[in-house]
Every structure is written in structure tokens, then in C-alpha cells.
């Protein structure tokens, strides 16, 4: 004779209090990184070329700047939420692959033109290195 035993599966809603908690975090977080600003206020972007150009301009400018290179000029663009290199002489053309330099220390640079675009905080300074290895 064999015994037959039935056991009821354990049924829960579909949605634990731990899963709301996790989905409120989840959706806090992303609302506050999509609402803080990229760059500082009182922000700048230094912009550096060969021949000993350099010249920082204010964020929110919404300038066009020909940086002049060896190969040519480079267009960097300054605008409310950064600076990007628009064109560049370059062969690769990676400096303008980059995308806009939008946070301190964040950099664009044109290595065969001799442009370095970089955001520099209110104080003028860059932000400190993240990690060093030697």
C-alpha cells in the first residue's frame, strides 16, 4: 500500500515589501542622478593648444572656439553642460568620439592636434586623481 501525500504549494503575492523597498531605492536613485547637475556652478573649461595658447572660459557661455594645432584647427564648443571638440583635423577623429567633457577633471583631448579640453571647478583647479599607480 502506498501512501499518497498532497503538499500545497506556499502561495505569496507577487510582490513582497522587500521588492517595494528595492524598487523604491532603485527609482530614488536614478531620479537624483537624473536631476543633479553635470558640471559646477562657477565651472570652467581650460582649453589648451600648442604654441602656448590656453585660455578658460565660464560654463553657459555658449561659445565656438578655433583652437589653432599643428595638423589645423580644432572647433571646441562650450556650452551649459560642457565643452566638446565639434572638428578637428585629426585622422582618427576620436578626440570628438570623446563626447562632452562635463564634470572637473573630465578631459577631451586631440593628441595629433595638440588640444586638451579640460573642466576645472569654481577655484579654477581640477579635481584630484581618482587612483595612482606607479
Known amino acids: 500500500m502506498t501512501a499518497h501525500i498532497s503538499v500545497a504549494p506556499v502561495r505569496r503575492g507577487p510582490v ?3 521588492d ?3 524598487i523604491y531605492i532603485v527609482l530614488g536613485t536614478g531620479l537624483v542622478l537624473l536631476f543633479l547637475p553635470h558640471a559646477e556652478d562657477g565651472g570652467a573649461v581650460r582649453i589648451t593648444g ?4 590656453r585660455l578658460e572660459v565660464p560654463f553657459g557661455t555658449g ?29 582618427n577623429k576620436l578626440c570628438i568620439a570623446m563626447g562632452p567633457a562635463d564634470a ?3 578631459s577631451a ?7 586638451i579640453v579640460t573642466v576645472v571647478g569654481a577655484e579654477g583647479r581640477e579635481r584630484a586623481a581618482d587612483v595612482i599607480t606607479r
Open 20 to 22: 517595494r523597498l528595492l
Open 63 to 91: 561659445m565656438t572656439l578655433d583652437v589653432p594645432g599643428p595638423l589645423g584647427t580644432t572647433v571646441v564648443e562650450v556650452g551649459e553642460s560642457g565643452a566638446r571638440v565639434v572638428s578637428s583635423p585629426c585622422p
Open 50 to 53: 600648442a604654441d602656448g595658447f
Open 104 to 106: 572637473p577633471g573630465r
Open 109 to 115: 583631448v586631440c593628441v595629433p592636434n595638440g588640444v
Open 16 to 18: 513582497t515589501w522587500a
